[in-house]
């Protein structure tokens, strides 16, 4: 695997585990924030990777809005990818 396909591989692979992330409704959301967490996992190449999730206050201002950040890293190659997304609190 070329490294550029890595790279790619692996940004792939962090914005399908974003899109999981913000699956969450903000009131679920709201209830675990602040909270991350890592785990190993398979890239589709099937080599191993960490991917890292996690949930933190907007600024750090608690009930803001929240942003949800995964990192995916390949800790042998030395190389990641992140994606970030912030979700607002639903307008009632």
């Not at 585990?17 to 190993?40: N, Q, R, S």
């Not at 190659?77 to 609190?89: D, H, K, N, P, W």
Request: some cysteine; aromatic content about 6%; charged content about 25%.
């Amino acid at each position: 695997m070329t490294p550029m396909a890595h790279e790619n591989e692996l940004s792939e692979m962090a914005l399908e585990e974003l899109d999981a992330a913000c699956g969450l409704h903000f009131v679920e959301m709201k209830k675990i924030t602040p909270w991350g967490d890592t785990y190993e996992a398979m890239a589709p190449s099937g080599r191993e990777v960490e991917v890292e999730r996690r949930y933190l206050w907007d600024n750090g201002i608690e009930g803001s809005a929240i942003v949800v950040e995964v990192e995916v890293r390949d800790p042998a190659l030395q190389t990641g990818a992140e994606a970030r997304a912030v979700i607002s609190a639903p307008i009632n």
